[in-house]
């Protein structure tokens, strides 16, 4: 019988798969310091690779690395991260700024979320995929939105809430593997092992991400209690 509190490391759960998309790690520090949150993004067309990470104060913005090359902005171009006075939110999409504005008016993330649905990219239908942390006290919330068929005729909405273990983060992906056409993302988030630092962390997932298919990643570290965190930002193409 499976442990269900088995964790590996995120690069073992990824290494030697070429597609998982986009994803979104949340968790504890071991020292249980320190909120923790990762977001990647990888892409097979030329549209969705022209792209990279740029920060604006504390939030993260997607941008084209050449302009001339955009076909389609709708789905590429986004905030993946707004950052809070009480948390931060982090997205694959436009939803970003979704779950903000309803928090802002003391809705909830479920509530933004049901208002929202998958990608319209047929055959595809790509999960739209979110998370929100929490910091006082720390918690932190997960969510999937998927097709509920191969038509794309409805949409299915998964939230997951977490008590925070010390070590331990949740990682959550668009995508099982690669595919004609890509097969979404099954079950509930991974249970995943947290390194102790930014470097060691962004390391353990750009290095195992497929090398043809990784775009960019973004990853921080939150000190709970001072508020200051340690980032690391990487961009394919610079």
Not at 86 to 105: A, M, P
Not at 214 to 221: A, E, G, P, T, W
Request: glycine share 8%.
């Amino acid at each position: 019988m499976a442990d269900v509190y088995e964790a590996k490391t995120i690069g073992e759960i990824i290494k030697g798969n070429p597609y998982v998309g986009r994803g979104i790690v949340c968790g504890l520090t071991a020292d249980g310091g320190r909120a923790v949150f990762a977001y990647f993004i990888m892409g097979r067309s030329e549209n969705s690779r022209n792209r990279v990470f740029i920060e604006e104060g504390d939030d993260l913005r997607t941008a084209p690395f050449d302009p001339a090359k955009v076909k389609d902005p709708s789905l590429i171009i986004y905030y993946p991260v707004r950052t809070m006075k009480d948390g931060v939110i982090v997205t694959n999409g436009d939803q970003t700024d979704t779950v903000k504005e309803f928090l802002s008016r003391g809705r909830s993330f479920s509530d933004a979320l049901a208002t929202r649905e998958f990608e319209p990219d047929a055959p595809n239908f790509t999960p739209r995929i979110s998370a929100r942390l929490n910091y006082e006290p720390f918690t932190y919330e997960m969510s999937i939105l998927k097709s509920a068929d191969a038509a794309g005729t409805g949409c299915n909405r998964f939230t997951f809430s977490y008590s925070p273990v010390p070590g331990i983060g949740h990682f959550l992906h668009t995508y099982e593997t690669d595919g004609d056409p890509i097969p979404t993302f099954r079950g509930e988030p991974e249970r995943v092992i947290l390194q102790d630092s930014v470097r060691e962390l962004s390391y353990d997932i750009w290095e195992n991400l497929d090398p043809d298919n990784k775009i960019s990643l973004y990853v921080r570290y939150i000190d709970l209690k001072a508020g200051r965190y340690d980032r690391e930002l990487i961009n394919k193409y610079k």
